[in-house]
């Protein structure tokens, strides 16, 4: 059984700048659990970084309590620890970053070893864990290039390696693969997948693509102007996005938002008869077993122009996008619409059908 790996709760956290008072992170509440993959998405300036970073207390809170593997580490605006606590408290937490933070003068190899300086290993000892994590990320023939000798996808390999020297239970990737090309960010979130999966690592993925969350996470918080705004599970978000942030981050993850420009462009779209309606339709899960577009042809003789389609599969269980024009009869296109809604389809009309 997983157990609660990091409880964020009600934490506030401002910064004062000159006279003003900026808050950013307002009455935020999270819970992890041990094996989570857990996506924090949302937009530039959201509070992601500040958020995450009051997790190893790198970033006191204004408020709120933080607890990690069952140990309250902040409460009533004081660190619970000292600071002898706190050191080897932070050696659970591991972090990579967008531009990767390695020393130019080391080795691959020295900037892994520089992670076990106050370790109680012996020399032999460091080195041959320095071999094994570099071995873990792919890494062996590297190691003793400098990072200026490597690429983006390498470097931060090394920082993986770095940041799992003391055996964190935690890895907060902040933005992790921003920095690299599609192909080389499919690779790194593979990696971050099987480090999961092999050692039980919770991973904190912070990102401004859902595309990412898609790929790899089980778990994901949409964060907004330091709020968060919407939480739950991979499957549940995308099935059934509540916040139209969210939906805005879905459609650009899924191809929907360039989709959909095209399709404005259409003919049929831009002149829309008066009988029709375009719409978007999400479905999960059980809704896609049923021919739902024949039903309503059969049953309300509504007609489906599909002009757009795409499926994934979540956890196992399609999760399916749909955007078309539903041509009838002004009540049988409500009555066709509200069929939907009944078996479980989000129905979001998108032009016509007033
Ligand atoms: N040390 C700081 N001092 C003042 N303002 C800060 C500081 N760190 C972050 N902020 C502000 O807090 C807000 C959230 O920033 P951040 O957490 O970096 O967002 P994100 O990671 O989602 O892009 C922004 O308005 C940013 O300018
Ligand atoms: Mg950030």
């Known amino acids: 059984m997983s157990h609660e790996m990091i409880r964020l709760n009600h934490i506030v956290i401002s910064f004062r700048q000159k006279k003003q008072i900026i808050e950013a992170v307002k009455d935020v509440t999270v819970h992890i659990n041990q094996g989570d993959i857990y996506g924090i998405v949302g ?33 009533d605006g004081e660190i619970q620890l000292s600071a ?12 990579i970053f967008q531009h990767f933070n390695l020393m130019a003068r080391m080795t691959a190899r020295e900037n892994v070893a520089f992670a076990l300086k106050h370790s109680k290993l012996t020399k032999a000892e460091r080195h041959a864990k320095v071999d ?25 390999r090394v920082a993986i390696a ?10 907060i ?6 920095a690299l090309d599609p192909k080389t960010t499919k690779q790194i979130l593979k990696l971050l997948q099987e480090l999961n999966q092999t050692l039980g690592l919770t991973i904190v993925l912070i990102t401004h693509e859902m595309q990412i969350v898609k790929d790899i996470a089980n778990r994901v918080a949409v ?21 139209e942030l969210t939906r805005d981050f879905i459609n650009t993850a899924t191809g929907t938002q360039e989709a959909l420009a095209k399709i404005e462009q259409q003919d049929i779209v831009v ?22 577009l024949n039903d309503i042809y059969k049953h309300y003789d509504v007609s489906a122009n599909i002009l757009y389609a795409n499926i994934d599969i979540l956890d196992d269980t399609p999760v399916g996008e ?20 009944a078996s479980g389809v989000t129905v979001k009309i998108l032009k016509g059908g007033a």
């Open 84 to 95: 002898a606590e706190l050191r080897e408290k932070r050696r659970d937490i591991g972090m």
């Open 322 to 341: 749909l955007i078309v024009v539903l041509t009838g009869t002004e009540s049988r296109l409500e009555q066709a619409k509200n069929a939907l809604t």
């Open 271 to 292: 002149n829309l008869p008066q009988n029709a309606m375009l719409v978007q339709l999400e479905y999960a899960g059980s809704s896609t077993d049923e021919p739902i």
């Open 223 to 243: 964060m907004q102007n330091g709020h968060l705004v919407e939480e739950g599970s991979v499957l549940d978000i995308f099935s059934n996005p509540k916040e």
């Open 173 to 178: 990737s902040d933005e992790a693969t921003s």
């Open 43 to 75: 937009y530039s300036g959201a509070g992601k970084s500040t958020l995450v970073r009051a997790i190893n207390l790198l970033q006191k809170p204004s408020a709120g309590t933080v607890t990690v593997d069952g140990d309250l580490l902040f409460a």
């Open 132 to 156: 094994r994590l570099l071995d873990l990320v792919g890494l062996s023939d590297r190691a003793d290039n400098y990072p200026a000798q490597l690429s983006g996808g390498q470097k931060q």
């Open 162 to 171: 770095r940041a799992l020297a003391n055996d964190p239970k935690i890895l």
